[in-house]
């Protein structure tokens, strides 16, 4: 900022310098009274952890759980299709984005692993450590699959389908055209071309994505403490997908460690998290 530029602010009688956006909750945040889902432990409540694909695309050939099934403080391990029996398939696609393709997307992968990171089984235990510990005893066989990764030639006869019930790689297309653009760029004095190479971007939160979901099967009600930006989205997520009434849902937001549009999505370990929790009948984080 040059002189004058500095100069010119600081004598403005309404400048923005010193001011700042309210935050009410920030003393109790300063005092080290936040309530997130982490924080939370409620009476019989244990952990559940997610074995999840090395691949960013592959087959899964075979899974033996006996040995995590037999570990240290293990309750129970299960695989895509276990869950997949409590929790109907959900897609993943805006209504205002008229076209737009996804195939059913289930909470834990079944067959098929189709990104690098997706969840395949999942290991309940008495503790995070003992879930943790028990992932390292799962014997999971892949048969890698090829990957798409080059947005450019996706679309390319040759280029493998990532799922082929969809018939192609494209999820969504759209055309804006406004105006004469061939005859502006035929009278313009300088037209300038060129190809722009972005990096990976995403939100990060100082708190991850975390949840503890409370299952009382004497009022089939589902309670779940979410890190979510989207209560009442979730709510009727949750509802339709593991077929609950949605009075019967309830989902609880209490302080939110950042979200920058990363905890309004359906992501398929939450999903799990709170089958397994109708499955066991008592909460699970």
Same mark, same amino acid.
């Given at each position: 900022?040059?002189?004058?530029?500095?100069?010119?602010?600081?004598?403005?009688?309404?400048?923005?310098?010193?001011?700042?956006?309210?935050?009410?909750?920030?003393?109790?945040?300063?005092?080290?009274?936040? &309530?997130?889902?982490?924080?939370?432990?409620?009476?019989?409540?244990?952990?559940?952890?997610?074995?999840?694909?090395?691949?960013?695309?592959?087959?899964?050939?075979?899974?033996?759980? /006996?040995?995590?099934?037999?570990?240290?403080?293990?309750?129970?391990?299960?695989?895509?299709?276990?869950?997949? &029996?409590?929790?109907?398939?959900?897609?993943?696609?805006?209504?205002?984005?008229?076209?737009?393709?996804?195939?059913?997307?289930?909470?834990?992968?079944?067959? #098929?692993?189709?990104? &690098?990171?997706?969840?395949?089984?999942?290991? #309940?235990? &008495?503790?995070?450590?003992?879930?943790?510990?028990?992932?390292?005893?799962?014997?999971?066989?892949?048969?890698?699959?090829?990957?798409?990764?080059?947005?450019?030639?996706?679309?390319?006869?040759?280029?493998?389908?990532?799922?082929?019930?969809?018939?192609?790689?494209?999820?969504?297309?759209?055309?804006?055209?406004?105006?004469?653009?061939?005859?502006?760029?035929? /009278?313009?004095?300088?037209?300038?071309?060129?190809?722009?190479?972005?990096?990976?971007?995403?939100g990060v939160t100082l708190e991850p994505r975390a949840l503890v979901a409370d299952y009382d099967p004497s009022e089939q009600r589902l309670t779940v403490y979410h890190g979510t930006q989207t209560p009442y989205?979730?709510?009727?997520?949750?509802?339709?997908?593991?077929?609950?009434?949605?009075?019967?849902?309830?989902?609880?937001?209490?302080?939110?460690?950042?979200?920058?549009?990363?905890?309004?999505?359906?992501?398929? /370990?939450?999903?799990?998290?709170?089958?397994?929790?109708?499955?066991?009948?008592?909460?699970?984080?």
């Amino acid at each position: 900022m040059n002189d004058k530029l500095s100069a010119s602010i600081l004598d403005r009688p309404n400048s923005y310098i010193g001011r700042s956006v309210p935050r009410p909750n920030a003393r109790r945040l300063l005092a080290g009274r936040g &309530q997130f889902p982490s924080d939370l432990a409620l009476p019989r409540m244990v952990h559940v952890a997610f074995a999840r694909s090395p691949y960013a695309h592959a087959r899964i050939v075979g899974i033996n759980i /006996e040995a995590a099934r037999r570990a240290p403080g293990v309750i129970g391990v299960y695989t895509g299709r276990d869950i997949a &029996q409590l929790c109907q398939p959900w897609v993943g696609t805006l209504e205002h984005f008229a076209g737009m393709k996804s195939a059913p997307q289930y909470p834990l992968a079944c067959e #098929v692993a189709r990104w &690098q990171g997706e969840p395949v089984v999942a290991v #309940v235990a &008495q503790t995070r450590a003992q879930a943790e510990d028990a992932l390292e005893l799962l014997q999971i066989d892949y048969e890698e699959l090829p990957t798409v990764t080059d947005p450019e030639t996706a679309l390319d006869p040759d280029t493998p389908l990532i799922h082929p019930e969809l018939g192609d790689n494209l999820v969504f297309g759209t055309k804006i055209e406004a105006g004469d653009i061939d005859r502006a760029c035929a /009278e313009a004095d300088l037209v300038v071309e060129d190809v722009f190479h972005f990096g990976r971007h995403t939100g990060v939160t100082l708190e991850p994505r975390a949840l503890v979901a409370d299952y009382d099967p004497s009022e089939q009600r589902l309670t779940v403490y979410h890190g979510t930006q989207t209560p009442y989205q979730m709510q009727d997520v949750y509802a339709r997908h593991l077929g609950l009434a949605e009075e019967n849902v309830r989902v609880v937001a209490k302080d939110i460690g950042g979200a920058f549009g990363i905890k309004l999505h359906v992501y398929g /370990e939450e999903m799990a998290t709170c089958a397994l929790s109708i499955l066991l009948k008592r909460p699970v984080k």
